[in-house]
């Protein structure tokens, strides 16, 4: 098996031609969890699944590997999902999906495929795990939830090689994708890597682009969206909470709360899949 891709459930394969993902053999989940209709689930519920979703299991500084939390992350989904409807029968890419949180949860809300992307090989084997927890409940067809993984480095869609590197995501991808998801990292080890996955995210996207960011941030990415990316729209749907444990050794308090803005961009039709934001300047 390719060690850049860990499968699970069936793939769109007029998207991803160029990346055929073998299916992984899944063992049974402990607690297995019933199959539902998608269309009446709460936020309570959401949450409670959510809760369930394994953090890291040695998270990584330089990646900036900080768990988006099944608070947050619910929140973030059932917004979308009710809002906007974004998500159900959609074809989903979270980027930077670290153990799968987001991607668990768009499916759990009925996007008809999620493909998560990740640099990090054991996060990726960590989210494949997670994925294998939900059992059955992905539908009728006893597949589990529709959800993919791929090891890729995601400022690689930029065309450039990047420092963490795995192979590039293929260029199928590009302008294929009706919903992009992500809680990228906020640009406190690299600097503009925050820019980088908008950036990237703008080159797969056909349709719309979700992401948080520091509310700290805001001109400068309402800026990038409208001047250099040329988004349709670019607005801020709402002023969160992240929680942000302590992960990591230099940690001094048990946690920390920062302040963190869910936008939504709409991806401009004409420049959907196309390299223009190979030369921008975070």
């Known amino acids: 098996r390719d060690p850049r891709h860990i499968s699970h459930g069936s793939m769109r394969r007029s998207c991803l031609a160029e990346a055929p993902l073998a299916r992984a053999a899944r063992p049974p989940p402990p607690h297995p969890i019933p199959r539902r209709s998608f269309g009446d689930m709460k936020l309570k519920e959401l949450h409670a699944l959510m809760q369930g979703v394994a953090p890291f299991k040695k998270a990584k500084v330089e990646l900036e590997q900080y768990p988006t939390g099944a608070h947050l992350a619910s929140q973030m989904l059932f917004m979308i999902d009710n809002s906007f409807d974004e998500l159900d029968g959609r074809l989903v890419v979270d980027l930077g999906c670290g153990t799968g949180m987001l991607s668990i949860g768009a499916s759990?809300?009925?996007?008809?495929?999620?493909?998560?992307?990740?640099?990090?090989?054991?996060?990726?084997?960590?989210?494949a795990e997670n994925v294998a927890e939900f059992g059955d409940c992905g539908g009728d067809d006893g597949n589990g939830l529709p959800i993919d993984f791929v090891m890729a480095d995601v400022t690689a869609l930029l065309g450039g090689s990047g420092d963490h590197c795995s192979g590039g995501v293929p260029r199928g991808l590009r302008?294929?994708?009706d919903t992009v998801l992500m809680n990228p990292p906020f640009g406190t080890k690299k600097k503009g890597v925050d820019m980088e996955f908008l950036a990237a995210a703008f080159q797969i996207s056909r349709g719309v682009v979700y992401s948080l960011h520091k509310s700290s941030t805001r001109s400068h990415i309402q800026r990038l969206a409208e001047r250099q990316l040329r988004a349709a729209s670019a607005e801020v749907?709402?002023?969160?909470?992240?929680?942000?444990?302590?992960?990591?050794?230099?940690?001094?308090h048990k946690s920390v709360d920062i302040e963190?803005?869910?936008w939504r961009f709409e991806v401009p039709r004409a420049a959907a899949g196309d390299d223009g934001a190979d030369g921008f300047e975070a």
Do not use: N, Q, S
């Open 108 to 127: 759990l809300l009925g996007a008809a495929h999620v493909i998560g992307v990740d640099v990090d090989g054991a996060a990726l084997e960590t989210a």
């Open 175 to 177: 302008g294929c994708v």
């Open 237 to 252: 749907l709402a002023e969160l909470r992240y929680d942000l444990p302590a992960t990591m050794k230099f940690h001094k």
């Open 260 to 262: 963190v803005d869910l």
